[in-house]
């Protein structure tokens, strides 16, 4: 587990410090306006670190990428080959999808495409294996397993809403 540091910064922000297997040590500050700060110091002599300004939405976006949310790495799909006939994907739910406002179970992903949803990614924190009554919302994305087929049906419920499938 990486320690990180968090140092109050009065009338600036926060202050966040780890060091790397590598030995290079990274802070970021978040200031109190949403700017952050990236510095990356190669020891602990560096008197002239790197330093990396990013406005909140830039900070978020690179948050995503690092994070998997983006951008899926190699081991994405090691995964997705160890899973054999099964797909995962990440399908964002925009903020006009039918389902927003609606629960895991009444979205009908289930019961309709015969996929699951396994994780809500959410910026106020991501759910594992989420409970039938979890509402969805706006910019959530939803991490679904199924079969590579069920994916333009899931895709059409996302767009279209449970509706499109009555009858």
Same mark, same amino acid.
């Given at each position: ?9 009065? $009338? ?6 780890? +060091?790397?297997?590598? !030995? *290079?040590?990274?802070?970021? &500050? &978040?200031?109190?306006? !949403?700017?952050? *700060? /990236? %510095?990356? %110091?190669? @020891? @602990? @002599?560096? #008197? ?7 406005? @909140?939405? #830039?900070? +978020? ?9 983006? %951008? +899926? ?13 099964? &797909?995962?994907?990440?399908? *964002?739910?925009?903020?006009? =999808?039918?389902? /927003? $406002? ?6 009908? /992903?289930?019961?309709?495409?015969? =996929? ?5 990614? +959410?910026?106020?924190? =991501? ?22 087929? =069920?994916?333009?049906? /899931?895709?059409?419920?996302?767009? *279209? !809403? ?6």
């Amino acid at each position: 587990m990486v320690e990180v540091r968090e140092t109050r910064l009065p $009338g600036v922000g926060t202050k966040f410090t780890m +060091r790397t297997d590598a !030995g *290079e040590k990274v802070s970021t &500050v &978040v200031h109190v306006d !949403g700017l952050r *700060e /990236i %510095y990356h %110091y190669l @020891d @602990d @002599d560096d #008197e002239d670190p790197v330093v990396v300004r990013l406005n @909140d939405d #830039e900070a +978020r976006q690179l948050g995503a990428i690092l994070a998997g949310v983006v %951008y +899926r790495p190699h081991l994405v799909h090691d995964l997705e080959v160890a899973l054999k006939d099964l &797909v995962m994907e990440w399908i *964002e739910l925009g903020e006009k =999808s039918p389902l /927003i $406002g609606l629960t895991v179970a009444t979205c009908r /992903i289930r019961s309709t495409t015969g =996929s699951t949803i396994v994780a809500v990614l +959410r910026d106020s924190g =991501s759910l594992a294996v989420p409970h039938p009554d979890e509402v969805l919302q706006a910019r959530d994305t939803l991490v679904v397993i199924g079969r590579p087929e =069920s994916f333009g049906d /899931i895709r059409r419920l996302v767009a *279209e !809403g449970p509706a499109a499938f009555a009858g």
